[in-house]
Nanobody, 116 residues
Framework: QVQLVESGGGLVQPGGSLRLSCAGSGLIISLRAMDWYRQAPGNVRELVATVTSTGSRNYVDSVKGRFTISRDNAANTVYLQMNSLKPEDTAVYYC??????????WGKGTLVTVSA
């Protein structure tokens, strides 16, 4: 059974940092593009960052220069390093494995709250 399990969320003050992790089981993360999405209360789910199977990275404009997506293929894990956090970064963050062989997968999410 395929699982994506996020961890690392929590409460942080503005300007602080967090690192989110997404551990995969039942799938090989290195073969897929992997994404981090986020959804704030009352908002639609938003694509934040992508790392492709070849290592290319893309970010939504609002996090460029502050967030870094990376992958550890040996650990079958994807990370999102978030620096200089702002209150508007508050959301539930979801890991997503892009479609491959007809299937895509979502984690259950981890809550990030940026507040003084």
């Amino acid at each position: 059974q395929v699982q994506l399990v996020e961890s690392g969320g929590g409460l942080v003050q503005p300007g602080g940092s967090l690192r989110l992790s997404c551990a995969g089981s039942g799938l090989i993360i290195s073969l897929r593009a992997m994404d981090w999405y986020r959804q704030a209360p009352g908002n639609v789910r938003e694509l934040v960052a992508t790392v492709t199977s070849t290592g290319s990275r893309n970010y939504v404009d609002s996090v460029k220069g502050r967030f870094t997506i990376s992958r550890d293929n040996a650990a079958n894990t994807v990370y999102l390093q978030m620096n200089s956090l702002k209150p508007e970064d508050t959301a539930v963050y979801y890991c997503h494995a892009d479609r491959l062989y007809g299937s895509e997968y979502w984690g259950k999410g981890t809550l990030v709250t940026v507040s003084a």
